[in-house]
Each structure stands twice: as C-alpha cells, then as structure tokens.
C-alpha cells in the first residue's frame, strides 16, 4: 500500500576527509571505540570519491547522488571565469559557489516532498538555507557573521554562540596558529556534537544528516602528526629511515616520528590534543547513535580520503606555457602582488600569508591589485585554452572553442598527447598518470561548465600556484598544507537492515545516496547516478522492498552556473578569505 508510510529512520553522519588509514589504526588502540562497535556489528567499504576529490565536489555528489556533469559543482569556486555583464572580478575571475549553485533536488528535498522530516546539520554548501520539511544549520561557505545561518530562521536564535568553521585567528601558518586551530577545533566539535544531539532528541525526524568538518581541517595542517598517531608499535624493522626520538615526550617516545621532529613542534602537545579530538568525535558519534536507538539504520561516510601531502610541486604557469597555454587561474588581489614579489625574490609567499593573515593591510593589497586580475582575465579571454587547478592532484584543462569548432578536436588531441608526456626533468618519472576527456568522466547538463580534460598526477606531485623560483617546471616544495585529499574515502553502516561484512567492490559517493533513499523506503529519481550499495543491506529487508525508480523530475537544469549571490562583498571576501586559509583557494 502506498499510503502507509514506512517507519524506517535514517541517521547519516559524515566525517570530513575520514580515511581508514587513520580510523583503523585509532579504532585498534581504543581511541574510537564507538566507531569500532558499528564496524564490529555491521557493514564497511572503502568510498570511491569524486573526480576531483575536493570537499565541494564530494559532497554536492552524495547531497545530490549525481555525478559533477549534473550538478556542475567541481570545486567551491566555478571552472570558468564569470566575468561577463560587468561583474566585478572579486576575489578573483572565477565566482565563488553556494547553495544555489547545485543543480537539482538534493536528498532532502526529495525526502521532505515524499512527506519526510528532515534535519541537515553542517553540510558544505546549504549557505544560503532553503525551505525544507525539518530544520537545516547551513556548513562551510556560510559567512562568518551571518545570522541567517538556519531553517526555519528563528532556529538561530536558539543557537547563541554556534560557531560552523574555524575562526580565521586560527589560521596562520605558525606552531601558535596550529595550537589556535587545535583548540578552535575542540570548541566546535562540542558545540556541534551538542547541538545535533540537541536537534536529534528535540526535531521529529525521518533523515538526520550531521556533517563534522573539523577532521579536514585538522588532517590538512597536521597530517604529519596525524601519522605519529597512526604508527604501532612495530618493532625496530619498521618502515621508518629517520627514526629519531620525541625529546620533549618521555611518555610517548615508543612512537616513532616519520618526519624530523623539527618538522613537527610540540609534538607532545599535538599528539595528545588530537587523539583527546578524535575520542570527542568517537564519542560525539556514540551518543548521536545511542539516543536514535537501535531501530534507526545509521549511514557513515567521508567525502574522500587523506593522505601525506606530496614533497615535489609542479609550477601552475610553468606547466601552462609548457603546454603552450594561459595559466588562466584567476590569481586573486593578494597573490598577484604575492607571485609578483615572488618572482623577484623579494619575499617568499608563505612568509607574506604568516605576515599578513587576517590584517587590514591583507584586504587592502588585495583591493589594489584587482588590475591584475583583470589583465589575468583579458588574457584568459584571448588565450585558446587554460589550465584550472581542481585540486592538488587534479588538473584541468578549460578550452575556449565550441566544441563543435573544427579547431577544436585536433587542439583538445594535442592538449591530451602533450599532458601525457609531461615528465620530471631530474628523474625522467612521468608525472601525469591520467587524462580524460570530461565526457569520459562526466555526464549531464552541465559538462559544458566542466574543463574540457582533466588529468591526475601521480601523488609525488602537488600543482602549486605560486610562481617557481627559478621558471623551474618540478622543485621540492614543503606545501602549506601537510596532508591532502585522497581518492579513497570510508563508508560503515550498521542498523536493523544492515548485514556484517566487508565490501569487495568500493562503492561511490552516489551510491550512497541511493542507498540512503532505498533505506527509507523511497523511490530513487531515474537521473540520479548511484545504484544502491546491495551488499550492505539485509536480505529481508531486500525481499521486502524492490528498488523503486520514479522518473526525475521534469525541471530544466540550466548549463550555466549560478554564483553565490552573496549580501554584501565583505560576506565574499571573509567566505573567500576563510576558503583561501583551508588551502581550498589559491
Ligand atoms: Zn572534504
């Protein structure tokens, strides 16, 4: 019967950047024993991100359970310069995304039509909040002094001092910066664990979706320590070659550091507050499970995986004229007069940010230096082709033809034989290990909107903005941050319709959202591109309920991209200066 409606509640919790590489081994030493228990009684899979595997990317594709040629999110800002109508180029040519950017329904509004109560808690790119049937606290791209963070609006004000990212105070690049973002960090993993328990006991629900960001934030600054947390005890023959000892940490010194311990300051302070984060979040985790009972399925997920970050960088211009390209990537106020004292040695870059974070002086190169953008754009606009960075191992390569111009083919076929044959000059190693052409890869109404080939480097190599000291295409290069994404992500469910087990094939991220609906008894819009996670899933609850395909709905996507219409640009600039200190913008 179709009128009754299925009881089955669905709690999904997202941990930013969580890999099992550091999960596991946390789970092992009893650091995370709740999450342990979901792996011990139910289901667990390695995630298969998104091509770029970014946060923007990853998340519009569970949200939306399309791939990025449908809903046309490839990073937080657009693929393609917007500057057309006179817009101001601010914070550079390419405008930033929001919630109206994503193209097509996300899962929650699928599941409030469908007459579902919803909750939506800290999700990346839900700024500026929609109606929904429930209650939403928007996520990352939320300015910081909005108030209009919630729905309904007056939830806000039972929020006093909710905080959703790091506040910028947190983000130098310093031994003191780090200890600020650690604590910032804690802060807010409480208000949020507290918040959402709060939401889950209070709010009637069908689908409660909490997403916990810290653990990127952290992972991205501190992998190095990360990995110390991550070492067993293995004895003498471990993999380690500098090995040396904690000298300030008699209570740790069995753990071995894989990076000089000069590397990693206050190494004791750092390993203790970050395992004390991750038995928070554990803990956070358990008590969210607990209060929805053992009758509710719960959903576990990342956005991508985490790793070290890569010691070699390949210089963005550098590859661009190599390619006989533009450098094409808008070059935002601050890091045109950076790369321009950078080319004359004046200053290094990271020096400058340490210098100048979140000083008035910062904001106002920034405004002075918005000619150069604009020069960047003329060029942009006059230039054949472009290369876009979609993350540190994912490029892009934008064309500016039609496709259907007879220019186009042979360009895009010379571009592909070119990327492929790009090469370290000091080993000879070939440093992009894949290209495509976006209909490869993508599907949808907005490929137009995608860079025309992507490529990926194989992981020893990061693409850097900055310029290269001497026009050099390779050189090692300590990156700002010590950790980047990785393609392989973490999915655990567990719940009464959750069989124990292990994966063998690695889901997707779409996967899951379709797995999501199924679980509660939805029908899965024929657009969507995931297939639900079978294995998972027990075999009653599979004989009881055939998987439901209902045709998408009929509403047109436009293939153009709509930016954030943010309220004031001191809303863009902080949203974009927040985004530039996560290393998400360049
Ligand atoms: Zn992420």
Redesign the pocket.
Do not use: C, E, M, R
């Given at each position: 019967m179709t009128e009754s409606r299925d009881q089955r509640r669905l709690l999904v919790i997202g941990i930013?950047?969580g890999t099992f590489d550091l999960l596991d081994p946390l789970m092992r030493r009893g650091v995370m024993p709740n999450l342990a228990a979901v792996v011990a009684r139910g289901f667990r899979a390695t995630l298969r991100s998104t091509i770029p595997p970014?946060?923007a990317a990853?998340?519009a594709t569970f949200v939306t359970g399309k791939n990025p040629g449908r809903h046309g999110v490839l990073r937080f800002q657009a693929t393609r310069p917007t500057a057309e109508a006179g817009r101001e180029f601010r914070p550079g040519a390419y405008t930033l995304l929001s919630s109206e950017s994503i193209a097509g329904p996300r899962i929650w509004d699928i599941l409030g039509h469908a007459g579902r109560r919803v909750a939506v808690i800290n999700v990346?790119m839900t700024y500026p909040p929609r109606p929904l049937n429930g209650v939403m606290i928007t996520g990352l791209l939320t300015p910081p002094e909005a108030r209009d963070f919630t729905w309904p609006p007056e939830l806000a004000d039972s929020l006093p001092g909710y905080q959703i990212e790091q506040p910028l105070a947190a983000m130098g690049f310093s031994a003191e910066a780090d200890r600020e973002l650690v604590r910032a960090s804690l802060d807010i993993l409480r208000i949020q664990g507290e918040t959402a328990l709060r939401l889950l006991r209070q709010e009637p629900w069908d689908f409660f979706f909490v997403c916990f960001?810290g653990t990127?934030r952290l992972q991205h600054r501190l992998w190095g320590y990360l990995e110390e947390l991550m070492e067993e005890r293995k004895g003498d023959t471990g993999k380690k070659q500098n090995r040396s000892d904690l000298s300030d940490s008699s209570d740790l010194s069995d753990w071995s550091p894989l990076h000089d311990p000069s590397d990693l300051p206050d190494s004791k302070y750092f390993l203790r507050r970050l395992e004390h984060y991750y038995r928070l979040l554990d803990e956070a985790i358990g008590r969210l499970l607990a209060a929805a009972g053992g009758t509710v399925n719960c959903l576990i997920l990342?956005?991508?995986g985490f790793g070290p970050a890569p010691e070699r960088a390949v210089y963005r211009r550098v590859l661009a004229r190599y390619l006989g390209l533009e450098a094409g990537e808008g070059v935002g106020g601050f890091h045109s007069v950076r790369a321009w004292l950078e080319r004359r040695g004046i200053l290094d870059g990271d020096r400058l940010r340490r210098l100048l974070a979140g000083t008035p002086l910062r904001r106002l190169l920034s405004r002075l230096s918005r000619f150069a953008v604009r020069k960047e754009h003329e060029a942009w606009r006059s230039s054949r082709a472009y290369l876009v960075v979609l993350h540190k191992y994912i490029g892009g390569v934008g064309i500016n033809l039609p496709p259907d111009s007879p220019d186009y083919a042979p360009l895009c076929q010379s571009l592909i034989e070119r990327l492929k044959a790009v090469c370290d000059p000091d080993t000879g190693d070939p440093i992009v290990t894949e290209v495509w052409r976006r209909e490869e890869i993508y599907r949808g109404p907005r490929v137009p909107v995608c860079p025309d080939i992507i490529f990926r480097l194989d992981l020893r190599y990061g693409l850097s903005h900055g310029d290269s000291p001497g026009g050099r295409l390779v050189q090692p290069k300590t990156f700002r941050s010590r950790g980047i994404?990785r393609d392989e992500g973490i999915l655990l469910a567990a719940g009464p319709d959750i069989v124990h087990g292990v994966g063998g094939k690695a889901p997707a991220i779409a996967d899951v959202t379709a797995t999501a609906l199924y679980l509660l008894d939805a029908a899965i819009p024929s657009d969507m591109d995931g297939t639900v996670v079978a294995d998972a899933i027990s075999p009653a609850y599979r004989a009881e309920h055939p998987v439901r395909i209902e045709p998408a709905s009929e509403e047109p996507v436009s293939p153009d991209m709509a930016g954030a219409r943010w309220r004031s640009a001191r809303d863009e600039d902080a949203v974009a200066e927040q985004l530039r200190d996560l290393g998400y913008l360049d």
């Open positions: 930013d950047g970014n946060s990853a998340w990346p960001t990127d990342s956005d991508h994404h």
